[in-house]
């Protein structure tokens, strides 16, 4: 596969609103040892995408600043050391950055192949959301069959992901939405109820289930101890964002009198090693539910390359509904 030396990219130009990001022309990454080069299909939309346009999540020091987490594709190049992956095998992966481009660099551990039956458009949609849920659910909170799970942005990527693994683990699946819309695609999607939470409040409604097991929120703010009263005795809770705010006033009392476990991570931080060990795990348990029928991601919009700014847009309204991708090539 040719591969050229300049490609085309979206870049943040400056923090600020979608509008910051435009179109430029930067140099094809070189893959280093144990390393592939993607020629990106499509790439995937997410919170964080948003957060570092907005100046608020900066990329590691060794990563691409070009936005995007996540891609689909096929492989141009490979580096020094890989083993699993030839040129032109077709992948979907999880990237440091660089997402948002013609070509994308990432570790060869931290590519799967694409699902059977599954097309690029639905594989870019894996990587980040499966990785985060996975680990932040199972291999974090422990979440077991039978178990009563709360997940709030329930109709979110991240949620509707979640609801469909929980499901598929055994749990009991209950999910927070801010509309009667939302809250059909969960129940839809396998969750036992979700709550409207501009006029339903999950504490109360939680109560009479005997209160969750296991929350993953990303929220946080006033959500905090209101998570901690929804929570049953010795109860998990699993934080990976702060939409609304990290800081709030907590009764710590109530922790170790129900002996309950705060908790949390996020992902693009941590080392190479770890999140292939999660991309592991995401293949041997995630990719079987896809292949019975148990999961699928919720896809909401596609958008041209060049038309990042309506994507970022889209995210961040009210209306979206799942998962976000840009197109960059067939």
């Known amino acids: 596969m040719s591969v050229p030396d300049a490609m085309l990219a979206i870049e943040i130009t400056q923090p600020g609103p979608p509008d910051v990001l435009a179109p430029c022309s930067v140099p094809v990454p070189v893959p280093g040892h144990g390393q592939i080069l993607i ?10 995408d ?3 346009r907005a100046g608020a999540y900066n990329p590691p020091a060794n990563a691409s600043p070009l936005p995007g987490l996540e891609a689909s594709g096929h492989i141009a190049a490979i580096g020094p050391g890989v083993t699993r992956w030839m040129v032109g095998d077709a992948v979907c992966a999880l990237l440091p950055g ?8 990432t570790a ?39 178990e009563r799970f709360l997940v709030h942005g329930g109709s979110s990527g991240i949620g509707t992901t979640a ?22 695609v969960c129940t839809d999607l396998g969750a036992e109820a979700a709550f409207n939470y501009n006029d339903q409040d999950f504490v109360t409604e939680m109560k009479p289930m005997g209160g969750a097991n296991l929350i993953l929120d990303m929220v946080g703010g006033k959500y905090l101890p209101r998570n901690i009263r929804t929570l049953a005795d010795e109860g998990r809770l699993v934080q990976i964002a702060f939409l609304t705010g990290a800081k709030v006033e907590l009764n710590f009392a109530e922790l170790i009198i129900r002996r309950l476990t705060i908790t949390g991570s996020t992902l693009r931080p941590q080392s190479d090693l770890a999140k292939a060990r999660i991309a592991a795990q995401v293949e041997h348990h995630v990719w079987p539910m896809i292949a019975r029928g148990a999961f699928n991601p919720v896809m909401d919009s596609e958008y ?13 309204s009210p209306g979206h509904i799942g998962k976000i991708v840009l197109k960059v090539a067939e």
């Open 163 to 184: 609801i469909q693994i929980a499901r598929a683990l055994g749990a009991r699946v209950f999910a927070t939405a801010g509309s009667d819309k939302k809250c059909a």
């Open 108 to 146: 060869a551990d931290h590519a799967l192949p694409i699902p059977e039956g599954m097309g690029l458009r639905e594989a870019a949609c894996l990587p980040e959301t499966c990785f985060t849920v996975w680990s932040n659910m199972v291999m974090r909170g422990g979440l077991k069959a039978g």
């Open 39 to 48: 020629r990106v299909a499509y790439a995937g939309v997410n919170r964080p």
């Open 50 to 52: 948003a957060l570092q």
């Open 98 to 105: 660089g997402g948002y481009a013609e070509y994308a660099l």
């Open 304 to 316: 041209p390359l060049a038309e990042a700014p309506a994507a970022h847009w889209r995210i961040e």
